[in-house]
Each structure stands twice: as structure tokens, then as C-alpha cells.
């Protein structure tokens, strides 16, 4: 850590840092949750006849950069950008994919909240498998969020008791 000649100037130095520091986490929680849908969702023991898999879903998710909310507070955001899902229409026997097989509308939207919650649907129902709260869980489970932040502070030089 570089030395201060005055408060001043660790406050700005804590103004670069902490949003650097912030996105790395932010981009980590983002991995884990990619992992929980890979594994919840993909690689449960369905495997679809009827349509194929795009992996829109997994590769939708995204984390901010960090933003300051408050005095000295910064926030990223991790979640479903649910632009880089798209509908498809189904060809050769197959089904539409993100789309309403039975009037065309776009349902993209709706695909992260089926899969946490569940779709109830006379064609085709199915239950949630949940991961963004089974991550939530794990995270706190693990104090990870502080104990991560922890180690960064460290790194950077700081003493944290």
C-alpha cells in the first residue's frame, strides 16, 4: 500500500480501490451462481426431446460495475440479463425455444423465474431448481462475502482485525 501524507489521500485511494475490489467479488458470486444454474438446471437428469439448449441462460448472467450508492457505500449487481436471451421458433418437429409454443410471444423474460420457481403449465410443467437462493444460501453459509473481502483489503495492505 502506497504511503499517505493525510487522510485525504487514503480516502481517494479507497475510492479507486474499492470499486476494483468490489467487481472482483462481484465477478466471483457471478461464477458461483453460473455454477449452481449449470448444475441445478443443465445438468439435472432431464435432458430435453423436444428442443434443443442454448445456454442463453447461463450465458445471461452478468454483474455490474460497481456503482456508488452513498458515502463511501458502492454496490454491484449480479443477474439475469435477460436481453441476451432470445426467442426461437421452433423448426422440423422441434419446439420454439423462449417463445410461447402455442401463440409465438416472447417468454425470454420469464426463463430465469421458471427456473428458480417452476413452470406450471397444462403442456409442460416442472419444478424449480432454485439457484439463485441456494447461492444466497451458500454464501452466507460460507461468510464468504466478508471473508473474501477480508483477503482483498490484505492484499491491498490493509490490517484487518
Known amino acids: 500500500m502506497p504511503d499517505f501524507k493525510n487522510l485525504n489521500a487514503l480516502f481517494k485511494y479507497m475510492e479507486k480501490t474499492q470499486p476494483i475490489d468490489l467487481e472482483k467479488l462481484g465477478n466471483e458470486i457471478k461464477g458461483w451462481l453460473r455454477n449452481n444454474v449449470r448444475v441445478l438446471w443443465y445438468e439435472r437428469s432431464y435432458t430435453p426431446k423436444f428442443y434443443e ?30 436481453d441476451k436471451i432470445n426467442p426461437y421458433s421452433g423448426e422440423n418437429g422441434m419446439w420454439s425455444q423462449h417463445q410461447s409454443i402455442t401463440n409465438g410471444a416472447d ?41 473474501r473481502l477480508k483477503e482483498l483489503l490484505e492484499h491491498r495492505g490493509y490490517r484487518v482485525e
Do not use: M
Open 53 to 82: 439448449r442454448t445456454f442463453e441462460l447461463i450465458e445471461s448472467i452478468t454483474c455490474s460495475k460497481a456503482k456508488k450508492i452513498g458515502n463511501g457505500e458502492y454496490q454491484v449487481k449480479i443477474y439475469f440479463d435477460t
Open 107 to 147: 417468454v425470454s423474460s420469464f426463463i430465469p423465474l421458471w427456473i428458480e420457481e417452476g413452470q406450471n403449465s397444462s403442456i409442460f410443467s416442472y419444478e424449480g431448481v432454485h439457484p439463485v437462493r441456494i447461492t444466497k444460501e451458500e454464501i452466507k453459509e460460507d461468510d464468504y462475502i466478508k471473508t
